[in-house]
């Protein structure tokens, strides 16, 4: 099974909605990146989230960890057409080599 | 800002043949690394370094080599390539280990192997 998985293939929204992206991993994490890949390009960070932390804001951008029930999400408000991308979580393992990414949730923002 | 760059970005190759993508970053970051993307198993680490002439194993490594020339090159070798090595490959830096370190990839290099 997955180290980390987002639990939708894909999500819908229209321009201005708001739009969650949830995550789920195994076994106990330092920290939880989420990550954006664009048509085309290679991803980019957007969040950064610790263990100690349960949430972390970046402009329209908002991550949650919960670490009782492992599973971390990413909102995102107000949402524009350039944020049509898919969306993947990265969980760092305690004592992990690297990180591991999830499958990826594509989203999709129609105008 | 980090830049990695890859190259080719597109290479189409024949079964059992002799393949190399390559991989450069200008920052001075110490680690890099190689994934494999194929829809349904999203990003897949291949090999990693953290430093020139250092190599580690990642999740996915047979069927693959990699070098670490120089800080800023890192190579990956296919030298029996296959079908099932059909897939988009990204190259990655970051100036730390993973926990914390923001990953900065490169533009991906698409690899076809008939």
């Known amino acids: 099974s997955q180290l980390a998985e987002e639990n939708l293939w894909a999500l819908s929204v229209h321009e201005g909605e708001s739009v969650t992206v949830n995550c789920s991993y195994k076994t106990s994490i330092t920290a939880l990146q989420w990550y954006r890949q664009k048509s085309g390009e290679g991803p980019a960070q957007l969040i950064l989230?610790?263990?100690?932390?349960r949430e972390k804001r970046n402009g329209r951008l908002r991550a949650t960890l919960d670490t009782s029930s492992q599973s971390s999400s990413l909102s995102i408000t107000a949402t524009r057409c350039e944020d049509t991308a898919v969306y993947f979580c990265?969980?760092?393992?305690?004592?992990?080599?690297?990180?591991?990414f999830g499958t990826g949730t594509t989203v999709s923002v129609s105008p | 800002e980090a830049a990695v760059t890859q190259s080719p970005r597109n290479k189409v190759t024949v079964t059992g043949g002799n393949v190399t993508l390559s991989c450069r970053q200008t920052n001075s970051h110490n680690y890099m690394y190689w994934y494999r993307q194929d829809t349904g198993h999203g990003l897949r680490l291949i090999h990693y370094?953290?430093?020139?002439?250092?190599?580690q194993i990642g999740d996915v490594p047979d069927g693959y080599k990699a070098t670490r020339t120089t800080q800023e090159d890192f190579f990956l070798l296919l030298e029996l390539a296959s079908p099932s090595q059909t897939s988009l490959y990204f190259c990655?830096?970051?100036?730390?280990?993973?926990?914390?370190?923001?990953?900065?990839f490169g533009p991906g290099t698409r690899l076809t192997v008939l």
């Open positions: 989230i610790r263990s100690n932390e």
């Open positions: 990655a830096s970051s100036d730390e280990a993973g926990d914390y370190a923001e990953q900065f």
């Open positions: 990265a969980p760092a393992y305690q004592g992990g080599r690297a990180l591991i």
């Open positions: 370094s953290y430093g020139a002439g250092n190599l």
